[in-house]
């Protein structure tokens, strides 16, 4: 079992505890006030929880994010005067680099129902969970204009900062001028982690490894049976992954799919020889979703789904590629399982080619800890998620996405199927009540949370040389 699974277990469990301590007092409270009293408090609890507790949030928002970076990379002489932040003369700090700031952030009474945030300059502003209460860290990556003339305003809303302040600072190449291959356990997951910095690479790689075509209710609504659903969904989603990279300006011999099955690659890496079946579509045979790739693989041959079939075919596309930047899954930060294999799959292949690429970018599409990270609104920009593994070293790496290339990464996730369904009713209602009591906004763009999420001013990597 993952850790977010153990987590999610933990959450419902102690969930279901609640509930029943919360069912004995609205009966005792009908029996000894009045028969009618607990209907409406039913009803009110249920939308205090929506709008307030519905998060899954698996750590005390009064938990301080426990990060270690380099002592060469912190900046000394930073300081926090009223609500500005005071850089020493001489910083020189530059437009492209990665800027991140540890604060204290303390959420006020109205920050336990409202999102607290901190406003940046006036340009941005990054939000964290309700009640925070403890050490986070800002993104001041792109903030370079004002970070030159010494002093940022930072204003808390619905909280305050307090304690002492610690900067560090990391310089990057342009990962853009070099040759990059994203590699995406589903369609999708480039485009969510990735789009800014592949649509403006000179020479982009985009490599899907599954089809993705489990739960297919959306499909099989439409009158299908469970398995020809699940095909239909692998098509479509085979699809995605090929041509919407296309509207980045990526050329289709560099976009390749391998259609191996949806949430197998662990049982997959378990077991390097045993071909693993797809669990919904009643299929053995990769090579249906492959059909439009642009040159053969090596799996092509006996289209069978197994671990080594996975590894020859990564072998092959990175002989043929040579990339210099590799961006996939970071396993320690993103717990989707086939993510963490997906990772571990591209380590593995790369053992004894002769050409190695010279940067690793990890992303994270999805959290052990917050499935609302990033938190706040569309457009915004990406503090660091929570994360509480001090003895790991990160570097993180922070590259901008302008307004234009926003929008065209919206519409990018726009064409993708898998986020194209609208939401359930519950999901809309609950979205209402937050809005309405919660202050909350969701973007116009799509109904999926991924367009709230993934549509912002930062691209979030962590950077590992090889």
Known sequence: MSRKQALLRQHRRNKRRVLLVGL????????????????????????AHEAWFADHLFYSPGDDYQYRFS????????????????????HGLGADETVVLAVGVKASWLGRFFDPLVVIGGSDQQTFERGANGLRYLNLSGCAELLAQGA???????????????LWRFRHPDFATQNVMVIAPHADDAELAAYGL???????????????????????????????????????????SLAVPRWAGVPAERCVQLGYFCLQLPAMQ??????????????????????????????????????????????ALLERARPDVLVMPHARIDPHPDHISAQAAVLEALQGLAHQPRYVLGYANHLHDNDR??????????????FFDAEQVLVPCSLPVSAQVQLDKAMALGMMHDLQPPAPFKRRLR????????????PATGDNEFFRKAVRRHELFWRKDL
């Not at 979205?431 to 969701?442: D, E, H, M, P, Y």
């Open 373 to 386: 990270w990033p938190m706040g609104e569309a457009g915004e920009g990406v503090a660091l998620p929570p």
């Open 71 to 90: 002592p060469d990379a912190e900046l000394t002489g930073v300081t926090l005067q009223g609500d500005r932040l005071v850089l020493p003369e001489g």
């Open 270 to 315: 378990a077991a390097p020889d045993q071909p693993c079946g797809s669990r919904e579509a009643d299929m053995s045979d990769i090579r249906p979703f492959r059909q439009l790739n642009p040159f053969t693989l090596p799996a092509d041959a006996d289209g069978a789904p197994t671990w080594n079939n996975l590894l020859a075919d990564l072998r």
């Open 198 to 240: 592949y649509s403006r690479a000179q020479k982009p790689w985009i490599v899907t490894l599954t089809a993705g075509e489990i739960e297919a209710e959306h499909y099989q609504a439409m009158g299908l049976g469970r398995a020809d659903a699940a095909r239909l969904k692998g098509r479509l989603r085979a699809w995605d």
């Open 24 to 47: 004995v007092l609205l009966v005792a409270l009908g029996v000894l006030v009045a028969w009618w009293l607990p209907l409406p408090l039913l009803l009110l609890a249920w939308v």
């Open 431 to 442: 979205r209402w009540l937050q809005q309405v009591l919660a202050r909350r906004r969701w």
């Open 152 to 166: 940022v305003s930072l204003r808390g809303r619905y909280c305050t900062l307090v304690g002492e302040v610690r």
